[in-house]
């Protein structure tokens, strides 16, 4: 935060949270002011009979953009395609991603209207069981919209494992139906500088949202 202002860039409002992971964090920061956080760091997953907890927790705060709106954030970081000797991480990431369509479905059913963005390294593919069910079924209400960003070239791969030369698209922002149409995906997209990979093996993902005065 303090990189950014120096060049100035100006994001006085911050959340950061710890899951069971000591290491890796969720992190947001913010122009606009945080109206309310809900976060959770301790989140609980059952996998074969064994309790375990979200690695990196959820992040969720609304920030108030305007005296008349306010934007709902929850971010995410799945547990990674690393082998781990505990349990099958696919299964895991498979039961935290049930963990976290029950938080969504909670905050659905307090605001069903509520402007809502998902954000964050969901560490699987869009066919992959994790994903369907953060996005939700179809048909529901509480469904979730998935941008489908891609670069300038048409690309939509946004991390890179160099050792394998594997490129897939593990970054996704998902929005809620009320959100949707205030989406400009004109102005949304993968970050392609050819800099990109000296911050992470991740590209930048980015979209911009018009919300009422």
Not at 79 to 92: H, I, L, M
């Amino acid at each position: 935060r303090n990189r950014l202002a120096a060049v100035g860039l100006d994001y006085p409002f911050s959340e950061w949270v710890q899951g069971a992971d000591e290491v890796r964090h969720i992190a947001l920061l913010s122009r606009f002011p945080i109206a309310a956080r809900q976060s959770r760091s301790r989140v609980p997953v059952e996998l074969n009979g064994r309790f375990f907890e979200m690695c990196r927790g959820i992040l969720d705060v609304t920030l108030q953009i305007t005296p008349a709106s306010s934007l709902r954030l929850v971010g995410l970081h799945l547990k990674s395609q690393r082998v781990v000797p505990d349990y099958d991480e696919a299964k895991f990431r498979a039961r935290e991603s049930i963990a976290v369509r029950a938080h969504l479905d909670a905050i659905m059913k307090e605001s069903p209207d509520s402007d809502l963005l998902v954000f964050g390294d969901l560490n699987d593919s869009k066919n992959e069981f994790a994903v369907r069910e953060i996005l939700g079924s179809l048909k529901s209400p509480t469904a979730l919209r998935d941008l489908r960003l891609k670069d300038r070239w048409g690309l939509a791969w946004t991390h890179h494992w160099a050792e394998a030369d594997i490129y897939s698209r593990l970054d996704y922002l998902l929005v809620s139906h009320s959100l949707w149409p205030k989406v400009d995906l004109r102005r949304s997209g993968i970050h392609s500088s050819p800099e990109w990979s000296q911050a992470s093996d991740h590209r930048a993902i980015f979209t911009q949202i018009s919300l009422p005065e």
